[in-house]
């Protein structure tokens, strides 16, 4: 029998499989994505790590089990340090300096923001997990799509690592038993955030290419 969560992917199938199908998904993992498009991708994903600190920080605080609140601060450490350091590398090779905090977010980028925050805001573990499952979950589900040769430019290759590792891995059936044991008490709200984040990632993956031809 289908758990809690995999029960709300199949009620987000064409969304999530639109994600994790993308076009930018496909560039990415052949190593033909343009230097552009990558860039443009960055910069705004660059832009949730307040958010999404804060959403994890809420976690951590809401948690009902002390292994969880464990689980979760390491997790957070990671993203703090690692992540973090990913993205000035790669915006220096990229050739993107501090001009690019002068780009505004995009309509996606403040809305995913916007639920972070609000599912942090709610103290509901349940919302908060919700968010997490599609967040890591479907960033998983993409980078476990390679399927040949590491593309060979660090941009692409740490990428798509940082999102497919045994770390990684094992993190994401953390959350997914987290959404399973405590989503079911709160389903309607689970149910709600879940989707609102499947959608956002759709339009965010999509808004990569805004401009191109």
Sequence with gaps: MSGFVESLRLENAAGWDGCVKHRYVDELLAGTISDEVMGRYL?????????????VGAAVASADQFE????????????????????IRSFAALGIGDERHHIPDAV?????????????????????????????????????????????????????????????????TFLKGELDRVGPAEADVARDFFRRA????????????????
């Design 43 to 55: 910069v705004q994903d660059h832009r949730f790590i307040d958010a999404f600190v804060t959403l």
């Design 68 to 87: 969880s609140r464990l689980r979760l601060g390491r997790f957070l450490g990671m993203v703090c340090s690692d992540e973090n350091d990913y993205f």
């Design 108 to 172: 996606p980028t403040a809305g995913f923001k916007a639920l972070m925050k609000e599912a942090a805001a709610t103290r509901s573990y349940a919302a908060i997990m919700a968010v997490l499952n599609v967040a890591e979950g479907l960033y998983l589900d993409w980078a476990q799509r390679l399927d040949g040769p590491m593309p060979e430019n660090f941009i692409h290759a740490e990428w798509i690592v940082l999102h497919d590792n045994p770390f990684f891995v094992d993190f994401v």
């Design 198 to 213: 499947v959608d956002l990632e759709l339009a965010f993956f999509d808004a990569a290419y805004e401009g191109d031809a």
